[in-house]
C-alpha cells in the first residue's frame, strides 16, 4: 500500500479484535487544518494498492503504472554531471567551465550548477530564498556557463530549493510573514533553514517569476528541486493565505497543493523542462510527486556500497529511470569509504546515471575507463530503462545479490552481481537468474571486464561467454565465481534460439 501524496501521511496495519487484518492509509491532518463549511468538501489522496506473488510482481505494476503517467520522460535520460560534490560552495566560472570541458570530453550529456549561485550564499547560513543570481561569486552572470556548456554539446540544468528560505535572506527581511511558524513568529529551525509558506499572498508568484525568468533566461533544461528541510511548526503567518486559512492554521495541507500548482505551472510554460525531486535525499518520494517530475535523488549519500540497499528498496516503487544514481569520488563525502571505480560506476549505471566528482582532479586512466562506462549504460540504456525489473532470492547467502532488468520480450537481460560481504562458503551453490524464457536457449557473458586479479572459471572469462538453455538458468542457475565485497560483476544475457 502507498500514499500518492507529498504531505503528512498515516499508513497503518491492524488487526483489531474482531479478527480483520486492515490496512489503511490517508494524509495526516493536524486539528484545524481542513475546515469544511455548510456544502464544502474534501478529496483524499490516492491510496495505491497493489498484489502479487512477491516484490518483483509488485515493482513490475507499480513501474509500468509510473511509466504510462504523461509526465513520463520520453527520451533517453541523459548522463549527467551535477557540481556538488566536485566544488560544493566554491564557485568560480572558470573553474565549472573546466568542469565542464572535462564532462563533455567523458561522454556527459547534462550539467548541472548546484548550491551556491545566488544572492548571499556562500554557505548553508545565508541567502537562501534570494533567487537572483550573486555579482560576487558570478560577475558576468550565468550566461555565459550556460552557452559554454551547450557549446560543448551538453543540456544546462540548475540547482533550485524554493521551498526553503534563510532568515539572513533578503527575502526573508523583506516578508517575514512569508515563513511558516507556529502563529506566534517561532519555527523550528533546521540545517539553517526555514519553510516558505507558499500561500501567502506574493510568496507563490515571486517563486514562479524567478524560476521561469531564469529558465528563459538561460536555456535551462534541467531543475534539480531540493527540499532539505522537514516542515516543523508550519502554520500561517499571512492573514488570509490558502484559500482563507486562519493566522496559525497548520498548513502542510496548502503547502503541499501550492506545490503542485507550482511544479504544473512550470510544466505547462516549459512541456520538456526536466524536475528532480531532490527532497534532501530521499524525503519526498512519492506517487503524488512522480506525476510532476521526471527524477528523484534516493539519497544524499553517494557511497556505492549503501547505495546497493538504498536503490533496491527505492526501485520496488519507482522504475531505475527515474532514481538519480551518480558516480562519486574513490572516497565517499559521507562514508568516508574508498571504493574502487568499476563498483561505484556499475551501481550508478542502473537508474539514471550521473557523476559526482571533480574530474579534474581524476587520473587519465580513471577518465578513460568512466568513459568506457558511460558508454555501455548509453548502449544498454533502452534495456535499462524499459525492462522488467528482477531480484533473485538470497536464501542461501546474502553475501552476494543478484539483481536484473529483462526485456518484455524475454530476449536480453543484465544482471549485477554484487558482493556485499565476505561469503561464507566456496564453493556456493549455483545460483538461478529471474526473469528468462525457459523455452530459450541464452548467451551468457561479462558486460564489463572482469576485475584485474581476480582467479575467474575460464567460462566466466572467455571472450565468446557461454551458451546455456533457459531452462537451465532460471531452475539450477549459474555456478557463481568468487565475487569480493565491494567487486560487482555486470553479466549480459541475451536470447540465440528457441531450443
Given at each position: ?160 530549493e524554493p521551498e526553503m528560505v534563510n532568515r539572513d535572506s533578503e527575502v526573508a527581511r523583506a516578508h517575514p510573514d512569508w515563513i511558516l511558524s507556529d502563529g506566534a513568529g517561532g519555527a523550528v529551525e533546521h540545517r539553517d533553514q526555514r519553510v516558505l509558506d507558499l500561500t501567502a499572498p506574493g510568496a507563490w508568484d515571486y517563486l514562479y517569476d524567478a524560476i521561469t525568468g531564469l529558465v528563459d533566461a538561460l536555456g535551462i533544461a534541467y531543475i534539480k528541486w531540493d527540499h532539505n528541510s522537514t516542515i516543523l511548526a508550519a502554520g500561517h503567518m499571512a492573514v488570509g493565505t490558502g484559500g482563507g486559512a486562519r493566522h496559525g492554521a497548520p ?249
Open positions: 500500500m502507498h500514499l500518492a501524496w507529498s504531505g503528512n501521511t498515516r499508513i497503518l496495519a491492524t488487526r483489531p479484535p474482531q479478527g480483520y487484518r486492515l490496512l489503511g492509509a490517508g494524509e495526516l491532518l493536524h486539528p484545524g487544518e481542513i475546515v469544511l463549511a455548510s456544502g464544502d468538501s474534501y478529496t483524499t489522496p490516492w491510496v495505491v494498492g497493489s498484489w502479487g506473488e512477491g516484490l518483483d510482481a509488485l515493482a513490475s505494476r507499480s513501474h509500468a503504472h509510473l511509466r504510462a503517467l504523461p509526465s513520463h520522460p520520453a527520451r533517453p535520460r541523459p548522463v549527467l554531471l551535477n557540481s556538488w560534490e566536485a566544488v560544493y560552495f566554491d564557485h568560480d566560472p572558470g573553474t565549472l567551465m573546466s568542469l565542464a570541458d572535462e564532462a563533455a570530453t567523458i561522454g556527459i550529456e547534462r550539467f548541472v550548477l548546484d548550491d551556491g549561485w545566488f544572492g548571499s550564499r556562500r554557505d548553508s547560513t545565508s541567502g537562501l530564498g534570494d533567487w537572483q543570481v550573486s555579482p560576487q561569486a558570478w560577475p558576468a552572470g550565468l550566461a555565459p556557463l550556460a552557452e559554454h556548456v551547450r557549446g560543448l554539446g551538453m543540456e544546462f540544468g540548475l540547482w533550485f498548513a502542510v495541507h496548502d503547502q503541499t497543493l501550492a506545490l503542485y500548482r507550482l511544479l504544473d505551472a512550470l510544466h505547462e510554460r516549459f512541456p520538456d523542462l526536466d524536475v528532480e525531486s531532490c527532497a534532501g535525499g530521499g524525503g519526498r518520494i512519492d506517487m503524488g510527486i512522480m506525476e510532476r517530475t521526471q527524477r528523484v535523488w534516493a539519497s544524499d549519500c553517494n557511497d556505492a556500497h549503501d547505495r546497493a540497499d538504498i536503490n533496491r528498496a527505492t526501485m520496488l516503487l519507482l522504475p531505475p529511470e527515474l532514481v538519480g544514481t551518480h558516480v562519486g569520488s574513490g572516497r565517499d563525502h559521507t562514508s568516508l569509504r574508498n571504493l574502487d571505480l568499476p563498483l561505484r560506476a556499475g551501481q550508478a549505471l542502473w537508474g539514471h546515471m550521473g557523476v559526482e566528482w571533480d574530474l579534474r582532479s581524476a587520473s587519465q586512466e580513471d577518465k578513460r575507463a568512466l568513459a568506457a562506462l558511460i558508454a555501455v549504460h548509453k548502449n544498454l540504456r533502452p534495456l535499462l530503462h524499459a525492462g522488467e525489473l528482477v531480484h533473485a532470492d538470497t536464501d542461501e547467502d546474502e553475501a552476494v545479490r543478484i539483481e536484473g532488468v529483462v526485456s518484455p520480450d524475454r530476449t536480453d537481460a543484465l544482471y549485477q552481481l554484487t558482493g556485499l560481504a565476505q561469503t561464507t562458503t566456496w564453493p556456493g551453490a549455483p545460483r538461478p537468474l529471474p526473469g528468462l524464457d525457459s523455452a530459450r536457449i541464452y548467451h551468457v557473458r561479462l558486460a564489463t571486464p572482469a576485475y584485474e586479479g581476480s582467479n575467474y572459471p575460464a567460462a566466466w572469462t572467455r571472450p565468446g561467454g557461454v551458451r546455456l538453455p533457459g531452462s537451465y538458468l532460471t531452475t539450477t542457475g549459474i555456478a557463481l565465481p568468487v565475487i569480493h565485497p565491494d567487486h560487482m560483476l555486470l553479466v549480459r544475457v541475451t536470447a540465440l534460439e528457441a531450443s
